[in-house]
Structure formats: structure tokens, C-alpha cells
């Protein structure tokens, strides 16, 4: 650009050539102050946008949280570094970008339990890990009870989650409401609080900074991240196995694909002819606008479909349930976030005059019994990791370390093992649905 | 809000008078005792998921109470037909052809 001098700094932070370790900027005081003398316009690119190459030894479809990681770890304790995610869109745009951050892992099963405290103990340091903030909060994470049957419900969590090692805790009404002052714990409530389930070392991660993080984190180990590159198809061998990829910038030979498709798995699972257990439904949620800090915690009600917490520009970041229609338009009917938004109001009066911002869609794979799908498929090379529905957000760390273990050695992690697609056929589902939180 | 047309009463109504009943089409297997495990994973949980043109059941819950099926495209969620229990599932095909004129 004329007049504005070329500064040294700036070709510094300008990714590498392809093949070397990138010469990338840590985040640390230092940087901060030496970019702070430029007035913070020389920080480089966080990643390169290379081109396609024409092969690969792992091609990752979709680059959302749970891609991204999977990449982020198939390099750093696999060593596998010619890997290549394509993205249809931009990266994180999916889910990643869309959910309402609740990280938490009180689920029922034993199969749950050790899958989403695996995460839950990658989320610890992962700040550290990819020295990029992802601001994981530690807020704890309310799930209220309004029903005899909700109670006896989320008792029993509380319950096996204990016996598993799983930080979980039952409150009274009135504790729930020391925790969170505004909740209304009245006995007028058309469903009035009854108690709760608390874990305290849930909360909530900035969903944004987690698939930035990674992608950062990816990048600097060689991979190539290729955003805009839709796949078409999925080419087979006479032998079955998959040979590689069609793309709309050209055919890309790979000898494994890793599926992390979230909403468009079945989409593109069709394109290799394997059936899948998925529907795919909007699924919506809603920011205010932004206020002084006020709620202290994340509050979740299955019961009357609402849950909430408020982030840190002051947000209140409210989800909704799903709509009850299969749809890919990320969109979804105004009568469900009303619902939400009604109850929020009966639960937080405080909050009745609040004016809500914006309101979005995501479009969610839901698994019949609620759990996730991660391993192999019936066809040689082609992995899958989908099913994550309306809540794998919290999973992104967990999910993408078993994820790239199961494609660097073939065979899944003994985390994500029971997690198979074949459970379909030999019945041994992991029903979470009481868990899942949403309603579907 | 989705607006419907229930075949039986021949109005349309706001989508909260109706429920939405999944996959149509999928047909109980006539011989259950000799299905196959992967039979039975078929008819329970596969499911086709489609991103574009759906045929799929809807129960008109809050009028008629009836259950009925409908092709709906799942990118824009629009109707394209609706049409009574028993009656054949139209030629996707040829409406996409019909659609594109
Ligand atoms: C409104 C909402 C609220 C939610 N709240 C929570 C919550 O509070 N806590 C929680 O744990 N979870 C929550 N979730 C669920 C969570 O967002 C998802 O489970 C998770 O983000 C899935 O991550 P992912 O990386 O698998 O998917 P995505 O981020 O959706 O990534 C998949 C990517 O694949 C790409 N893709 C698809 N097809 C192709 C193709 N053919 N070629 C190339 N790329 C393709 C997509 O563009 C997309 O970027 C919520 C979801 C929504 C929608
Ligand atoms: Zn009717």
C-alpha cells in the first residue's frame, strides 16, 4: 500500500513456506507490548490459507470445533502432519460458532461419563495448550428440577455420577437460589424450582476462540486448513476403500477421511453409500442485549425448555429447544424461542423487560438414543465422528483426541469405543436422553 | 412459524396445531421373527435425512387428529404437496422437474 511503510514485524509474523515449521508469534506479555507500539495493526495471520495439495494422508471434512481438534492432536501425539481439513464455508461458521457454550459432563452412562470427563479435563489447560485464550469459565453449570420426576431423575445422575468420580451435587430449592440469586424460587410458578443438579466445575468456554485456537494450534504443525472447499463426493477403489475426495477446487487423494460433518453427516455419508441413525433439526438460540454482570452461573431447565447464562460482554445467551422438523435452513420457527423466552421470564423476573438482540438457527445430528457416533464405517478408510446433536460443544477437546487416535491407529481409543455405529445393529445404545438436556 | 395444509380438513393451519411424525414411508416388517439384525437396525434407526425434497408424516394433533404425509424441501422448508395415509409417494424426480419450470 503506498505511503504506509513495510514493517519488519509484519514480514516476521508472515506464515513460513509449506513444509517448515511455521514461524508463528506466541501470545505473551512481550507480544503484546511490542504490538502494542504498532497500535496493534502488524499481528500476523493466526493461520495460512494454502492451496489444495493432491494428497493427503488424512483429509478431515468440515472444519468445526470437533475437525479442527482432531486435526490439532493427529499432529502433536500423532505425529501425523499431512493432514488437510476442508471446510465448506469458513471455519468455526457451523455449530462451532452457533451453540450456547455449555460445557459440562454429568451424564448418565458410565460410556458418557468417561467421554465427556475426558474432555472435561482437556478444557482444565487447554488455554495453556494452545496458548490461545478460550476462556473457559468454571461457573457451574444448575440444572433445575421442577417434577417429582425431574427430582428423581437427577437424583439418580447425581448419583452414578458420584459412584463414576463425577463432580455432581444435589441442592434444595433454596441453595439453588443462594448459587444464582435470581432465580425465582416461588411455590406460584406454573412449574415451581423444586432442587437442583449442580457441577461446579461446569461452565462455559468461548465457542469462537475454541475452533480459532485449534485451527492455530493445527496450522503451526503443517496442516492445511481449506476453507471454501466444499467436498461433492467421495471416490472409492475397486476394493471399496476410499481413494480420495471431490471437491468444488478439484479431486484430492487421500488415504483416510475423518467425517465431521455435524448437521450434513448424512449428506455426506450418502456420498460414500453408508446409511446413518441421524435426523438433522433446527436448533435456535438468542443473545440481549448486553448488561452489567448480574448472573453468576449457567441455569438449565429440560423441564420448560430454557437455559441461560451471560457471557462476558454482557450478553444474556439464551437456548432454546429444537423445532420438531428435519431442516438444513439453520433457521427455525419464532414459536420456540417465545416458549424459551417465557419461561425465562417466569424463572428470572428480573429479566421480563430485557430486549433480545439477535436470534439464530444451527443445524443439529441427532442420534436416536442421544449419544454420539466416533469410529470406523463399514467402508475401509472412511471414519466417522457426528451425532453430537444439540450438545457436543462441551466434547471438543475430548472428541477430537479419541477421534484422531482412532484415525491414526485404525482403531478406536478405549474412550470412544463403545461409541461405534454398529451399536445400532447389535443394540447397545447409550441413551442420554434424559441427559441431553434438550428437548427434541 | 410453518404454515400447513391438512388434506383432510383442505385448510391450512399454523404449524402448532400439528406434530410431525418423522420419516413416511417406512414400511413394519411383515415377517419380524426372520429379520436380520442389520434388518431390524434398518427399520429402527436408518434414516434417510435428505437435504432437499422429504416426504414425511405430519398428525394434524389440534384439528382433525388425523395423520397425513407431505413433501416438504428441507433447504427451504416449503411445501410442495400434501396428501392422504394409503395414497403412493409421489416421484421426488419429477417434482424436482415440475419445480425447476
Ligand atoms: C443453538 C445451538 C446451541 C447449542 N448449545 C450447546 C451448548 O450449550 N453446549 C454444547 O455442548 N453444545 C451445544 N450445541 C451443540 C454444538 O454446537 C455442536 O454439537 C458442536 O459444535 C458440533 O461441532 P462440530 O465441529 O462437530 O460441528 P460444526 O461446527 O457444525 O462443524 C461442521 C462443519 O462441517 C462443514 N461441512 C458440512 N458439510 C461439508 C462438506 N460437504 N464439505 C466441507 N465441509 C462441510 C460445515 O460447514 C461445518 O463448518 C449447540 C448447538 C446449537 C445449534
Ligand atoms: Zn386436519
Known amino acids: ?440 | 412459524m410453518l404454515l400447513i395444509s391438512c388434506p383432510y380438513c383442505g385448510v391450512e393451519r399454523p404449524e402448532i396445531e400439528f406434530r410431525h411424525a418423522g420419516e413416511a414411508h417406512i414400511a413394519r416388517p411383515a415377517e419380524p421373527s426372520k429379520l436380520t439384525d442389520e434388518e431390524w437396525a434398518e427399520y429402527l434407526y436408518m434414516r434417510t435425512n435428505p437435504k432437499g425434497l422429504m416426504a414425511e408424516r405430519w398428525r394434524h394433533t389440534h384439528g382433525c387428529g388425523r395423520f397425513f404425509n407431505a413433501i416438504r424441501d428441507t433447504v427451504s422448508d416449503k411445501f410442495v404437496t400434501v396428501y392422504k395415509m394409503g395414497e403412493a409417494k409421489p416421484d421426488l424426480d419429477q417434482l424436482l422437474v415440475e419445480a425447476a419450470q
Open chain 1, 1 to 440: 500500500m503506498p505511503g504506509v511503510p513495510k514493517r519488519r514485524l509484519d514480514l516476521w509474523l508472515r506464515p513460513g513456506k509449506k513444509g517448515r515449521q511455521r514461524q508463528m508469534s506466541r501470545f505473551n506479555f512481550w507480544e503484546l507490548a511490542k504490538n502494542a507500539l504498532s497500535a496493534h495493526e502488524n499481528w500476523g495471520r493466526q493461520w495460512r490459507a494454502p492451496e489444495p495439495k493432491g494428497e493427503y494422508d488424512v483429509v478431515i471434512i468440515g472444519a468445526g470445533g470437533h475437525g479442527l481438534a482432531t486435526a490439532y492432536y493427529l499432529a502433536k501425539e500423532h505425529g501425523v502432519t499431512n493432514v488437510a481439513v476442508l471446510e465448506k464455508g469458513w471455519l468455526g461458521g457451523g455449530n462451532t460458532g452457533r451453540n450456547t457454550t455449555i460445557v459440562r459432563s454429568n451424564y448418565l452412562w458410565e460410556e458418557s461419563e468417561g467421554l465427556y470427563d475426558h474432555a472435561m479435563d482437556l478444557w482444565q489447560n487447554l488455554s495453556q495448550e494452545l496458548n490461545y485464550n478460550v476462556m473457559y469459565s468454571a461457573r457451574g453449570v444448575m440444572m433445575l428440577a421442577h417434577t417429582i420426576h425431574d427430582v428423581q431423575v437427577f437424583k439418580r445422575h447425581v448419583y452414578a455420577n458420584r459412584l463414576a468420580g463425577v463432580q455432581n451435587e444435589w441442592l434444595t430449592a433454596e441453595e439453588a437460589k443462594e448459587y444464582c440469586p435470581p432465580l425465582n424460587i416461588s411455590k406460584n410458578m406454573r412449574y415451581p424450582v423444586l432442587g437442583a443438579a449442580l457441577q461446579r466445575k461446569a461452565g462455559v468456554a468461548r465457542h469462537d476462540a475454541v475452533a480459532w485456537g485449534y485451527a492455530r494450534g493445527a496450522d503451526k504443525y503443517g496442516v492445511d486448513i481449506i476453507q471454501n472447499c466444499a467436498v461433492t463426493g467421495i471416490r472409492r477403489g475397486a476394493d471399496g476403500a476410499v481413494e480420495g475426495v471431490e471437491t468444488s477446487r478439484g479431486f484430492i487423494r487421500a488415504k483416510k477421511i475423518g467425517v465431521v460433518a455435524a448437521g450434513h453427516t448424512t449428506t455426506v455419508m450418502d456420498m460414500a453409500g453408508v446409511r446413518m441413525p441421524l435426523e438433522s433439526y433446527p436448533l435456535q438460540a438468542l443473545v440481549s442485549e448486553p448488561v452489567k454482570p448480574c448472573f453468576p452461573c449457567v441455569v438449565m431447565s429440560n423441564t420448560i425448555h430454557a437455559y441461560m447464562s451471560q457471557s462476558d460482554k454482557g450478553e444474556l445467551v439464551i437456548g432454546a429447544g429444537t423445532d420438531q422438523y428435519i431442516s438444513y435452513s439453520q433457521t427455525g420457527g419464532l414459536q420456540i424461542p417465545a416458549h424459551t423466552i417465557e419461561a425465562i421470564c417466569e424463572l428470572f423476573p428480573m429479566f421480563r423487560r430485557m430486549r433480545m438482540l439477535r436470534n439464530w438457527g444451527g443445524t443439529v445430528d441427532v442420534t436416536p438414543d442421544r449419544s454420539p457416533i466416533i469410529g470406523k464405517t463399514p467402508v475401509p478408510g472412511l471414519f466417522v465422528n457426528c451425532g453430537w446433536g444439540t450438545g457436543g460443544f462441551k466434547a471438543t477437546p475430548g472428541s477430537g483426541h479419541v477421534f484422531a487416535h482412532t484415525l491414526a491407529k485404525g482403531e478406536p481409543h478405549p474412550i470412544n469405543a463403545p461409541f461405534t455405529l454398529d451399536r445400532y445393529r447389535t443394540g447397545r445404545l447409550i441413551d442420554e436422553a434424559a441427559a441431553a438436556a434438550v428437548a427434541h
